[in-house]
């Protein structure tokens, strides 16, 4: 301390290595038995091997549910763009990327054959700030147009926009996501991703560039709930929604922390009304489950497991109206207030019940990685409570079962 001159209050003591990083070190090691078994992640049967991926999105929107859907149709809907003769024109969001990212390389052949490539790159990115100036540069020394977005806000929003000459005139296609356009995260973080051709998506997407651009400032979306613009309002409003339907309102939302406190207010609302709440949120969560009279009808849960869950759903459902949307904001004051987040709809009946029956039903099974928020506020693991006659089940484990069969063609 003396040396370093530095005084006690500026050290801590700590229980254990200082960097669990050189832990990767033990990883290395050849003990296959030690470790996870191999993830083979699947292609969605609609994206055929070989086949012009702007022709599927013409008949379909495809939804990719990562790791277990592959990142490579991400990737290979640029790498078609950039080499495609009737596209004009890629926009794209950059958030993180990673070291080596194919889709900056997709970027810059797109401008070497001649598109028009417009990327914003957000260089407040955390931890991400000197290799996004970097990518930046090197953008920007290919001839395409880089932008840093607007003054006082972190664009956080996941989107791709190609712009296409076709026979019956342009079509706009986008790729939005709950994840980033980095590689490496996408075998490691479970996100959702979309891909259409839908003409309102499309709209929105153009127009939320050009705010972001500088060229206009939209404050009407057709289908995207933009942050700061709308995103809150709607929410809200959809959670006043259900709370006038009482006991046949179900809400059901999954993200990364839930600290906003107007929405927390709206949902023990909702919960006094007699809505039934379920809530997959895996880290910070303010709202207290099982109060009396306040929350006994919202159940919390986080799960924790092989992957970071990452993925961000709301579900709004009762008699008469079923509203999924999926992005890249949780619900918390920075996110709904501070930065530039998208939420879109899946409005595909097929796809919609994929998110609801499938990806949110297998979330609200789990019983190993599954952690229950008490009225006090502590976790209770749930595989603690398991009788001798239940069945284990691992929501993460079971996406890898199903995909490994979709892979394997069993």
């Not at 290395?28 to 038995?33: A, F, N």
């Not at 100036?133 to 953008?139: D, G, P, S, T, V």
């Not at 987040?341 to 499938?358: G, N």
């Not at 990685?369 to 069945?391: C, F, I, K, M, W």
Request: charged share 25%.
């Amino acid at each position: 301390m003396e040396n370093l001159q530095v005084g006690p209050y500026d050290v801590y003591t700590i229980d254990g290595p200082l960097s669990l990083t050189s832990l990767w070190e033990l990883h290395g090691l050849e003990r296959p038995q030690l470790k996870d078994s191999p993830l083979y992640a699947s292609t969605p049967i609609q994206l055929v091997p070989g086949e012009n991926i702007f022709n599927i999105l013409r008949q379909q929107d495809v939804l990719l549910h990562h790791p277990y859907d592959s990142f490579l149709p991400v990737i290979d809907f640029l790498e078609q763009a950039a080499t495609d003769p009737d596209v004009l024109a890629i926009k794209q969001t950059l958030y993180r990327v990673g070291p080596k990212p194919p889709v900056v390389d997709a970027l810059r052949h797109a401008r070497e054959n001649g598109k028009q490539v417009t990327v914003l790159v957000e260089l407040k990115a955390r931890f991400d700030e000197e290799s996004n100036i970097e990518w930046a540069r090197a953008l920007e020394a290919s001839g395409v147009h880089v932008v840093y977005g607007l003054v006082g806000l972190k664009t956080h929003c996941k989107m791709t926009l190609v712009v296409r000459r076709e026979r019956e005139g342009i079509r706009r296609y986008v790729h939005v996501a709950t994840g980033n356009y980095n590689a490496n995260t996408a075998r490691l973080y479970t996100d959702i991703g979309l891909m259409s051709a839908d003409e309102d998506l499309g709209a929105d997407a153009t127009e939320l560039f050009n705010y972001l651009t500088g060229y206009s400032k939209q404050e009407e979306y057709r289908k995207f709930l933009v942050a700061p613009v709308n995103m809150r309002q709607k929410l809200m409003d959809l959670i006043e929604r259900e709370t006038a339907h009482g006991k046949d309102g179900y809400i059901a939302i999954k993200g990364n922390s839930l600290v906003d406190a107007p929405m927390i207010r709206a949902l023990y609302k909702a919960a006094k009304a007699g809505v039934r709440i379920d809530l997959i949120i895996r880290g910070i969560c303010c709202l207290r489950p099982g109060l009396p009279g306040l929350s006994e009808t919202i159940h919390v849960r986080s799960v924790v497991g092989r992957f970071l869950e990452h993925s961000r759903i709301y579900y709004f459902h009762n008699q008469g109206s079923c509203d999924v949307y999926v992005g890249s904001a949780d619900p918390m004051p920075r996110n709904l207030n501070r930065r530039v987040e998208v939420l879109f709809p899946i409005e595909d009946k097929a796809l919609k019940r994929e998110i609801v029956d499938v990806i949110l039903a297998t979330y609200l099974r789990d019983n190993q990685q599954a952690h229950v928020l008490q009225a006090d506020g502590s976790y209770r693991p749930l595989r603690h409570e398991l009788g001798t006659n239940d069945e284990s089940f691992s929501s993460q484990d079971d996406f890898i079962e199903e995909h490994r069969v979709e892979y394997s063609g069993d």
